[in-house]
């Protein structure tokens, strides 16, 4: 029986884990980020790894640095066949890539080389791609550079938001990962080098790229809040408050007006004009200070003063 060692932290990773348990892998650690204080009211909440991990009684290791030796040489110390590592968020020092004796292979939700980074799915779905897929690849100390083993593509659907995706991902890499492993220990495997020069990447997103841009096209206005929802959610702004605009439909208009102008109001929405003729109708939403609502409670309530003309920015 092969003793692995797996390192992750959110729930992207958690089917992958159990995939190795089910699998009967002897899983001797799971490796995963410290508990951070989550929600208005800070509390300390452990990553779903973590919790999954302690339903099955394995070892728990949460070092805020893999790369300092005091932390990577515990690692190293249990003897690993192989370290399994699925959005993780930390880069392994080389001393520790080097000590299991297949090496550390890396679960990652894109179809390597593009879309290197933290934020694949997010990335993937904004810029409006019709796939994706999740790969299997050597880890390496360069960013998701590592040589690759297997891929599988997934189709996004134009219904598709980061929620719906994620979840596809999850549990399309768990079963490759399945497949992926036995030829491995078998040495059945021929890794493939990435081609650096046709890298693309995805890296974390940043508060500033939250805000919709309404001067660009309908279409990557729809992608940009689809690529968002439900974390971390676009926003707009109103009367200089920030609202969250969780969801929103394309609506095909002639009706002229500026970039960000309300255009049209309906019972459950409000249309925004974009960069061409196709119109946002936003249909879910959260006005600064008050509880996420659908377009038809806003329009009855903190949005009833709301009318065509209005700006959004």
């Known amino acids: 029986m092969k003793n692995i060692v797996f390192m992750g932290t959110p729930d992207f990773a958690v089917p992958v884990l159990q995939q190795l348990i089910n699998d009967q892998y002897n899983v001797i650690a799971v490796v995963t980020q410290p508990d951070r204080p989550k929600g208005r009211k800070k509390v300390l909440t452990p990553p779903p790894v973590k919790v999954e991990a302690e339903k099955h009684k394995i070892p728990i290791y949460q070092p805020e640095k893999i790369r300092l030796e005091e932390e990577y040489k515990k690692i190293i110390e249990l003897q690993p066949d192989l370290i399994v590592t699925a959005a993780f968020g930390q880069i392994l020092p080389k001393s520790l890539l080097d000590a299991p004796k297949y090496g550390c292979v890396n679960v990652h939700a894109s179809l390597l080389p593009k879309l290197r980074g933290g934020a694949p799915i997010h990335y993937s779905i904004i810029q409006g791609e019709a796939k994706t897929g999740v790969t299997i690849m050597y880890m390496v100390e360069k960013l998701d550079a590592g040589d690759i083993l297997t891929q599988v593509e997934v189709e996004i659907l134009e219904s598709d938001h980061v929620g719906t995706l994620h979840d596809k991902l999850s549990v399309a890499g768990s079963k490759l990962l399945s497949e992926t492993l036995p030829l491995l220990f078998e040495g059945k495997l021929n890794a493939i080098k990435q081609n650096d020069d046709e890298a693309t990447f995805a890296y974390n997103i940043k508060r500033e790229q939250e805000k919709i841009d309404w001067s660009k096209d309908g279409e990557g206005i729809y992608n940009h809040i689809r690529g968002l929802h439900p974390w971390p959610v676009a926003y707009t702004t109103l009367d200089g408050q920030a609202v969250k605009v969780w969801w929103g439909e ?39 200070g008050k509880k996420r609502m659908t377009g038809e409670q806003y329009l009855n309530g903190a949005g009833s003063a709301l009318k065509e003309g209005a700006l959004l920015d």
Not at 264 to 287: M, R, S, Y
């Open 250 to 288: 394309k609506i095909s208009t002639t009706k002229s007006g500026n970039p960000g102008e309300v255009i049209h109001i309906e019972n459950d929405g409000f249309v925004v004009k974009t960069g061409n003729n196709i119109g946002i109708k936003i249909t879910d939403l959260q006005p600064a």
